[in-house]
């Protein structure tokens, strides 16, 4: 569906002001907690993108925002820049975020397509972000630090036993995490209702500019006028 | 407040003059070889290589400390976790691991400028240039990076608004304004862009072709006389008639025509000498 052709200046303007603001909340004060994985704004960022732009532009904002960061600007979290990213424990989780972008834009856009776009049905779909991205970040994390991901190491006798080394991978990437991301996306669905009340049809529009390559002709006006009135 | 510099800093070190692609390469290479080698003696000789790789590219010292400490603190708490175990193998190992990928990394980061890196990128990403034609992949990383600093300015702008109000606390009176004057922007950014015909080089292969025939079917009437009407009008209609016939019906059309340029030609040359 999406050929170059549905691809408007307003989609690429929304892709690269939307990578600059995921960019841009990586900026803002954070807070580094244990392991060495930072807890920023990033998540909400970017599920507020995949929630206010649809699929495709979703993927392409953050494959963008990973693109500049790796080409140099220290725009990762903690202020990291380029390669130095794949050093960090923490980089399976912008991968995860890399998955779950489209997929929460493509629910998104479902909704949209119902003509749902309230806080309750986008808080659904935010949420869906938290699974994919940990299935990414837990793994990468475990490996960098050398623990298993499910199981215990034999002689354990309970979870979460830190000093003598007992701890899975799951509950060092997980439970730290997990109410901020919670609270991340809460907010995230917040906002994202807020900015189709104020902007509706951006995910519309994104619809009609990619079936517009079917019936060019019969579409043309109406888009002009989603564009003027957006 | 925001620099994008990065700590690249331009140089003529070894690393500095090596191509971006080569630079990949290795990094790719010895992250792999990191993975796979689990010898610590190994392991802590390419820690040193890729330390002293580091220090050959004359890095900025306080950036590179700053980016280094936090990675050696890592390498420690998993090296303490992995002692506590009694592997002390695993330890060395994984230690080394950390901080040589790292140390490479910000060699690379360090010796390569930003320009060239997005360069090898684009290059990387000819595959999808049906989708993503390369003249829009370098508009939307320029767009980027000039939305950054504005992205930022919005959110320091709408956190003082709310402070200002005495809702500091509140969340919400942040990220509403902040998120909805960044679609703001972008849709106002993208009506300029639109103004100007700036990224619009796709939908433009599409539309534009109709408008376009229709003046060139125009513009020879104004300028040209009537005689050059009559093969532009004819050469079409000919052209996928005669591609579609079989070679049989071609052949007699040829001879039919051989005819009749034996014929024609003959009046006008006889009338010719007598005019």
Redesign the interface.
């Known amino acids: 569906m999406f050929q170059h052709r549905g691809f408007t200046a307003q989609s690429i303007a929304l892709v690269a002001v939307f990578a600059g603001l995921i960019a841009a909340s990586t900026l803002t004060p954070e807070i580094t907690l244990a392991a060495g994985v930072p807890l920023s704004l990033q998540t909400f960022a970017v599920v507020v993108t995949a929630l206010v732009l649809g699929p495709w532009r979703a993927l392409a904002a953050t494959a963008l925002y990973i693109a500049v960061g790796l080409a140099g600007a220290p725009i990762f979290s903690n202020g990291v820049a380029g390669f130095a990213i794949f050093a960090r424990p923490s980089w399976g989780y912008l991968l995860g975020m890399l998955v779950a972008a489209p997929v929460v834009g493509l629910i998104a856009q479902l909704l949209a397509r119902r003509g749902s776009l309230t806080y309750v049905p986008l808080l659904g779909a935010g949420l869906v972000s938290i699974p994919i991205i940990y299935a990414f970040g837990v793994p990468v994390l475990a490996s960098k630090l050398g623990l298993n991901v499910f199981t215990l190491p034999a002689d354990c006798e309970g979870v979460g036993d830190f000093a003598s080394g007992c701890v899975t991978g799951i509950t060092v990437g997980t439970v730290p995490f997990l109410p901020g991301d919670l609270l991340k996306v809460f907010l995230a669905a917040l906002v994202a209702a807020a900015i189709h009340r104020a902007y509706p049809g951006l995910l519309g529009a994104a619809r009609r500019a990619a079936s517009g390559s079917v019936h060019a002709d019969e579409d043309a006006p109406e888009d002009e006028a989603a564009r003027a009135t957006a | 407040m925001?620099?994008?510099?990065?700590?690249?800093r331009p140089g003529r070190t070894p690393m500095h003059l090596a191509p971006a692609w080569f630079k990949?390469l290795l990094?790719v290479g010895m992250?792999i070889a990191c993975l796979v080698i689990s010898d610590p003696v190994t392991s802590v000789g390419i820690t040193a290589a890729c330390v002293l790789l580091l220090a050959s590219t004359q890095p900025p010292l306080k950036a590179t400390v700053k980016?280094m400490a936090?990675?050696v603190?890592?390498a420690c708490?998993?090296t303490v976790?992995?002692l506590?175990?009694g592997d002390y193998v695993?330890?060395l190992d994984?230690a080394g691991d950390?901080i040589s990928?790292?140390a490479l990394?910000?060699a690379?980061?360090s010796s390569?400028?930003?320009s060239d890196?997005?360069e090898l990128?684009t290059t990387l990403a000819r595959p999808l240039r049906?989708?993503?034609?390369p003249e829009?992949i370098g508009?939307?990383?320029s767009?980027?990076?000039?939305?950054?600093?504005?992205?930022?300015r919005i959110?320091t702008e709408a956190r003082v608004a709310a402070r200002a109000r005495g809702l500091d606390r509140d969340?919400?009176a942040v990220?509403?304004p902040s998120?909805?004057r960044?679609?703001?922007?972008?849709?106002q950014?993208?009506?300029?862009?639109?103004a100007r015909g700036?990224?619009?080089?796709?939908?433009s292969?599409?539309?534009v072709p109709e408008p376009r025939e229709q003046e060139e079917a125009s513009a020879p009437l104004l300028a040209a006389p009537p005689v050059r009407e009559v093969p532009s009008g004819e050469t079409p209609t000919v052209t996928p008639a005669g591609t579609r016939r079989s070679r049989r019906e071609r052949r007699e059309q040829r001879e039919r025509e051989a005819q009749q340029a034996q014929e024609a030609p003959q009046p006008p040359l006889e009338d010719d000498p007598t005019a």
């Open positions: 925001i620099t994008l510099l990065g700590i690249y990949m990094l992250s980016g936090v990675i603190l890592i708490l998993t976790f992995q506590l175990r695993r330890a994984l950390l990928i790292a990394a910000l690379v980061s390569t400028s930003m890196m997005l990128i049906w989708i993503l034609p829009t508009v939307m990383v767009l980027t990076l000039r939305s950054i600093p504005e992205a930022a959110i969340m919400r990220l509403i998120a909805s960044t679609v703001g922007f972008a849709l950014l993208g009506q300029a862009l639109h700036i990224a619009e080089h796709g939908r292969k599409y539309q």
